[in-house]
């Protein structure tokens, strides 16, 4: 099936550092990827959808200058966690839509990102 | 606006009983709705779609647009059936997906 890559996989910052987080869709293109934040046992929270060649659309609550996200091709979503703060720690997950017979989302393998 | 509901946060089964995982949405438009699970330490995958019809390790969902559920049923529970399971409904042509607040399935022996 279609794969989509989420790196790193962990990391760790110091306060008041910025983290990119990359999301590609290795073997198909994707028009759009959403940014999903998830506490621990709890479910998925849509932080935003990323439009390639657009603006990001964010959720009602998520600071878009904090969370920024680039969507430059049909194959690269990235979300910057800027000037992170130990409550941004979380893990983070990217999914692209493969549209088509089929439309069906993609869910990278998730960022444990902790911020110290 | 968009929503998917799992009422349910936990459900413990024994082995061999019988399945449901209740999902209910609300969206003026068609809905397309899926069903993705997660196995401990794995990502998020597809287990089944509504418009495929399809049984997937014994699971099935059918789409009820009169009561607005896409609930998930199986028939005899197993032990590799433990796992989060996420009911998802996808709009705006492909734009957006909303995910309800997953239901843990326990299965016991």
């Known amino acids: 099936g279609a794969v989509v890559s989420q790196h790193p996989s962990r990391v760790i910052c110091k306060s008041g550092t910025s983290v990119k987080i990359e999301c590609r869709s290795l073997?198909?293109?994707?028009?759009?990827m959403f940014w999903y934040r998830q506490f621990p046992k709890q479910s998925l929270m849509l932080m935003a959808t990323?439009?390639?060649?657009?603006?990001?659309?964010?959720e009602q609550g998520v600071e878009k200058d904090k969370f920024l996200i680039n969507h430059a091709s049909l194959t690269l979503s990235t979300l910057t966690v800027t000037s992170a703060h130990p409550e941004d720690s979380s893990f983070y997950i990217c999914?692209?839509?493969?549209?088509?017979?089929?439309?069906?989302?993609?869910f990278g393998q998730g960022t444990r990102l902790t911020v110290v | 606006a968009q929503r998917v509901t799992q009422p349910e946060k936990l459900l413990s089964v024994f082995k061999g009983a019988p399945v449901e995982l209740k999902c209910n949405y609300s969206?003026?438009?068609?809905?397309?709705l899926f069903w993705y699970v997660q196995y401990s330490r794995q990502r998020l995958q597809l287990l089944l779609r509504?418009?495929s019809r399809e049984s997937i390790k014994g699971f099935t969902a059918d789409l009820n647009k009169g009561e607005t559920s896409f609930h998930l049923k199986k028939p005899f529970a197993q032990e590799e059936d433990s796992a989060m399971y996420y009911c998802?409904?996808?709009?705006?042509?492909?734009?957006?997906?909303?995910f309800g607040t997953g239901t843990q399935l326990k299965v016991e022996l």
């Open positions: 999914s692209a839509i493969r549209t088509g017979v089929n439309t069906e989302a993609f």
């Open positions: 073997d198909f293109q994707a028009t759009t």
């Open positions: 990323s439009n390639e060649g657009s603006k990001a659309t964010y």
């Open positions: 969206y003026s438009g068609s809905p397309e």
């Open positions: 509504h418009i």
């Open positions: 998802a409904l996808l709009t705006g042509g492909g734009n957006k997906l909303t």
